[in-house]
């Protein structure tokens, strides 16, 4: 495939935003070659400015659970769009998909919405801390969190792609509050509430870890850190930013059966557009200005169009509860094809999945925290990327990402990729 507009488009990008992007995992740093540059997308397709098809299996990095271009959140998008785009004053909206969500989602009475999920991690730490009167916190190695100063300690995602997990920039005063332990690892954990008594606030978690691709908590994990939190007086945060409204109605939550203490949001909860939120039990959520101490404000929070999107999605979600199940399915056919079509090459790899959260590492150790994450074969990533943009698939251009399946691939769709991922690892070295 040619990508000579895509080119043009990221030379002119570079000469005016640092890197030609606005995020940097955009920029195809690891894996190599040039960003493909959009020009529309509808369904499970891309549309680039070359003129290509491609499947997506990114879908705005999980918004899109119902295609791109989902009909009923562009109406509610135009209609809105008619009466004014932002007016910092309350509207029903915000009331209604408050409603809404606290009904989906369980152990939380109240919710309160921000522009992304960086805001809502960033503010639920803040109410932690106000809540508990403690400093500290405990993230997991791996887990991306956004990029906030307190999460850019041993963070997934871009960061970890680019090997700068600990950001310059990060005062050594903030960074020294966030405590880290290895991803599935609970005796660490209570390693740390043991060495910090009465000092944690908080563990901050990706239920289903997404940022160094998929990365399932082991039997026992998350009950253990319940356990702990609730025995130590510190909050437990699930950031459900990624698995929140995809992996069931409820999330995470729903899905294991174990309770938060506060859930934080993005991605599918705003249908496409910048949304975050935030939620927790009401004796919590009061901690929040002007009921509480705990100052956290917005001049475009719950922007009415962005709650339009939002609602018109969740709406959907709600409506059409089948689709959880639907996309699993879909998932684990994709992850039954290409297990099936590895085998048959001896590629070292591993497949991770939960539910629609899949990613494949190029190395036969199971993959259970960050260390095993890392001894993912790059070169073979970076090679399996390219052959399947050359087939016309497009999966995140960075090995420690999950795939993102939405409900607007078709079975066929599937097979195609099955048979790209089958011709691209025949050649594989
Ligand atoms: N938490 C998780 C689990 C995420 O995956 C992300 C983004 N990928 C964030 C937080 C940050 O969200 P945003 O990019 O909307 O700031």
């Known amino acids: 495939m040619i990508y000579q507009r895509s080119s043009a488009l990221f030379a002119a990008a ?60 562009i109406t509610a998008i135009k209609e809105r769009a008619e009466k004014g785009t932002s007016f910092g004053m309350p509207t029903e909206l915000e009331t209604q998909i408050a409603s809404l969500a606290i009904a989906m989602v369980p152990n939380i009475d109240k919710i309160r919405f921000v522009n992304s999920g960086t805001e809502a991690c960033m503010s639920a730490i803040r109410l932690a801390r106000g809540f508990t009167k403690r400093d500290k916190i405990i993230k997991f190695a791996g887990c991306y969190h956004g990029h906030s100063d307190s999460f850019l300690i041993q963070a997934g995602s871009g960061a970890s792609t680019f090997g700068s997990p600990n950001s310059p920039g990060v005062t050594q005063g903030t960074a020294k509050d966030t ?3 290895p991803y599935n690892n609970l005796a660490a954990v209570a390693d740390l509430f043991a060495a910090n008594p009465q000092q944690i606030a908080a563990i901050i978690v990706e239920p289903v870890a997404g940022n160094m691709g998929c990365v399932p908590p082991l039997p026992g994990f998350l009950e253990g850190l319940r356990e702990l939190c609730s025995q130590q007086g510190a909050l437990l945060i699930f950031d459900e930013v990624m698995t929140g409204f995809r992996l069931a109605a409820g999330g995470v939550q729903e899905r294991l059966s174990i309770a938060a203490d506060i859930v934080c949001f993005g991605k599918v909860i705003g249908g496409g557009l910048p949304v975050g939120a935030f939620a927790a039990r009401e004796e919590i959520m009061n901690y929040l200005a002007p009921v509480g101490p705990v100052y956290q404000a917005g001049t475009l929070s719950g922007n009415p169009l962005a709650m339009a999107a939002g609602l018109a999605m969740l709406t959907a979600l709600h409506e059409d509860s089948d689709v959880f199940n639907r996309i699993d399915q879909k998932t684990a056919y994709l992850h039954e094809g290409m297990a099936t079509v590895l085998q048959k090459t001896g590629l070292p790899h591993t497949i991770n999945r939960l539910g ?46 999950t795939w993102f399946i939405t409900d607007a691939l078709t079975y066929e769709d599937l097979d195609k990729t099955v048979e790209a991922v089958a011709k691209v690892t025949k050649v594989l070295k």
């Not at 529309?40 to 397709?45: E, I, N, V, W």
């Not at 399947?388 to 995140?396: F, K, N, S, T």
């Open 14 to 73: 570079e000469k005016v935003i640092p890197g030609g992007v606005n995020s940097p995992v955009r920029a195809f740093k690891g894996v190599g070659g040039t960003p493909i540059f959009v020009k529309s997308a509808k369904g499970a397709y891309l549309y680039d400015e070359d003129g290509h098809r491609l499947i997506d299996f990114i879908n705005s990095w999980g918004p899109m659970i119902l295609g791109h271009a989902y009909e009923p959140v």
């Open 179 to 181: 405590l880290l332990a």
């Open 356 to 401: 629609s959260m899949i990613s494949v590492h190029f190395d036969e150790t199971p993959v259970i925290d960050f260390e095993t994450a890392k001894k993912g074969d790059n070169e073979r990533f970076k090679a399996f990327f390219h052959g399947m943009l050359q087939e016309g698939i497009y999966i995140a251009p960075s090995a420690y990402e």
